[in-house]
């Protein structure tokens, strides 16, 4: 009785059926990202904006005021007055007198009084010189109210965690296609109620939603493709991540193409509605069916991927291998019940946890290019291009552990050399911190591939959704860890992230080398996998297992 290894080799590893698969998945990661992303643009602050002042439309009025010259007949006395106030977050606390002047209504003030006059905290009435044109235009987020638009991408982050569990769990329970078509259904949905919110708090909700579905569709894809390719093809995992930077790419000149924030954020949220034709030419996960003791189901699936890659599966290939290990309701109890399965997850969890951490950290800091929001954000995402290609290259030579761990290392280098490099040559302390940039974007997807590929089907979506939610739990602190250190010294930052990367490479070198080994199907699987430098683990014990006709 084959083996459903054996009989994926005979059906072809990675042929035309996995490729149209493995493309038609890819554009998930496009969408992911700029949802992830999205907030860059969503939430651009408007370049002017200023409070108005009581009664200041009937002033406009009676006055015949434009405007700008409203503005300059409010604002400017506050700017000639008080040269430490903005002008954006308060106004002056005065009685307007028009009756006698309308170009000069402060006249009776008298111009040496104008720094003395009182002012006012402003907290809504504001004018926007772009009405609109972003989420904090739309909502006030602006002076007192900045904090909410924070909020708005940690409550994304929330979503994300949530669907790490929430679609995780039932991507292994109820199948890997199924959640993935609702959850595309789910994005697209909440993605239009977004864009048409009619007060901010529907606007959380629905934006927390949004990231849960949303978590639900990049981490279902990427288990599926990695499940229907042979375990030489497996790099695939680390390709589908660059469809990811590709939405990071592509992102700036959908925001720059559409002028409005409801624009953008239908842009990146109706493609999601075009996946739902999947149904019909993606099929669930074979792997995946045999825990589920549906055998004829992942043979029939098989004989179809055969047919398409122009290839026949022999006539004893009519039943496949399928173990009898009993599928419960996947629990965090079943990712540490054994010590293999224990070490991986701790591990796996600080990896993703830093990686997010950090990279989040160094995307905020570093700042490539001043000026061009979008060019800026261009050159962030193109930098991020070769660090696919680098594993892509090395990884099948040399392995998963090696690079995984050396990407930490250099990463942590490069945060501490960027610390303490002189302020007086800033071209050299932009081209270290890229440096680290780079190599943590390694790390960061190196661990999806080792994630996937570190737990039996009976778990692997449950435990890669478990252990990616810490890569959430890192983008939440990211932000505050940052500025919070920062304002203590500027490159505290950098020493925390140099020391959470360096802790990070070595423990990386615990985990299992899974280059060239077939992806465990159960947990016996995973406790009998290659032990940390390069001792082989226990001899695999045979599987108590029974085939299906």
């Known amino acids: 009785m084959p083996s459903f290894d054996e009989v994926l080799k005979e059906a072809g590893e990675f042929g035309r059926f996995q490729k149209r698969v493995f493309f038609l998945l890819s554009q998930t990661g496009i969408t992911f990202s700029s949802l992830f992303a999205s907030v860059v643009f969503l939430g651009q602050a408007p370049e002017n904006f200023w409070c108005r002042i009581p009664g200041a439309a009937e002033l406009s009025e009676r006055c015949g005021w434009t405007l700008e010259e409203e503005r300059n007949f409010t604002v400017l006395p506050l700017h000639l007055g008080n040269k430490s106030i903005s002008g954006e977050c308060e106004r002056l606390d005065v009685t307007w007198d028009t009756s006698v002047s309308c170009t000069s209504p402060l006249a009776h003030y008298g111009n040496h009084s104008t720094g003395n006059l009182p002012l006012a905290t402003c907290h809504d009435n504001w004018v926007y010189e772009q009405p609109h044109s972003s989420v904090v235009s739309e909502y006030d987020l602006v002076c007192a109210n900045a904090w909410m638009l924070d909020l708005s991408q940690a409550i994304l982050n929330l979503g994300f965690l949530a669907g790490a569990f929430i679609l995780g769990y039932a991507a292994d329970r109820y199948g890997r296609i199924l959640i993935y078509l609702l959850s595309c259904l789910g994005?697209?949905?909440?993605g239009i109620i977004v864009a048409f919110s009619?007060?901010?708090?529907v606007f959380l909700i629905f934006r927390f939603l949004q990231g849960m579905f949303g978590k639900g569709t990049w981490m279902t894809c990427y288990v599926l493709v990695t499940e229907i390719v042979g375990s030489d093809q497996r790099i695939v995992g680390i390709v589908i991540q660059i469809f990811f930077t590709l939405g990071i790419i592509i992102l700036p000149g959908i925001a720059y193409l559409i002028p409005t924030w409801?624009?953008?954020?239908?842009?990146i949220s109706l493609p999601n509605f075009l996946f739902l034709l999947y149904y019909w030419v993606v099929p669930e996960s074979p792997r995946w069916l045999l825990t589920r003791k549906k055998g004829e189901k992942a043979l029939k699936i098989?004989?179809?991927?055969?047919?398409?890659?122009?290839?026949?599966?022999?006539?004893h290939y009519s039943e496949i291998t399928i173990s009898n290990e009993e599928v419960s309701n996947p629990s965090f109890l079943d990712l540490v019940r054994t010590p293999q399965m224990r070490r991986n997850t701790f591990i796996l969890m600080y990896a993703w946890f830093t990686s997010a951490l950090i990279y989040q950290g160094l995307v905020m800091r570093l700042g490539i290019i001043g000026g061009n929001?979008?060019?800026?954000?261009f050159i962030s995402g193109a930098v991020e291009l070769p660090a696919a290609f680098l594993i892509i290259v090395t990884?099948?030579?040399?392995?998963?552990?090696?690079?995984?761990?050396m990407s930490n290392i250099v990463a942590s280098i490069a945060c501490l050399i960027t610390a303490f490099l002189p302020e007086g040559i800033p071209w050299l302390k932009t081209t270290v911190a890229t440096l680290g940039r780079l190599s943590i974007t390694i790390a960061f997807e190196v661990v999806y591939l080792v994630n996937s590929e570190l737990y039996p089907t009976t778990l692997r979506n449950f435990g890669v959704s478990l252990c990616s939610s810490l890569c959430d739990l890192g983008g939440i602190i990211a932000p505050f860890l940052l500025f919070r250190l920062a304002a203590i010294w500027l490159e505290l930052p950098l020493i925390i992230f140099s020391i959470?990367?360096?802790?990070c490479g070595i423990l990386v070198l615990l985990l299992p080398e899974t280059k060239g080994i077939s992806l465990p199907e159960t947990v016996e699987d995973v406790e009998q996998l290659p032990s940390h430098f390069g001792k082989c683990g226990k001899k695999r014990k045979h599987r108590d297992t029974n085939s299906y006709i």
């Not at 994005?187 to 909440?190: D, L, N, R, Y």
């Not at 004989?303 to 006539?315: E, R, V, Y």
């Not at 929001?373 to 954000?377: A, E, I, K, R, V």
């Not at 990884?395 to 761990?405: E, K, N, S, V």
Request: net charge positive; charged share 15%.
């Open 187 to 190: 994005v697209g949905i909440c």
């Open 198 to 201: 009619p007060n901010f708090t």
């Open 262 to 267: 409801q624009g953008i954020q239908l842009a």
């Open 302 to 315: 098989m004989h179809d991927i055969a047919k398409h890659n122009g290839k026949f599966l022999s006539p």
């Open 373 to 377: 929001l979008y060019l800026d954000f």
């Open 395 to 405: 990884i099948d030579r040399i392995g998963r552990r090696l690079p995984f761990a």
């Open 500 to 503: 959470l990367a360096a802790v």
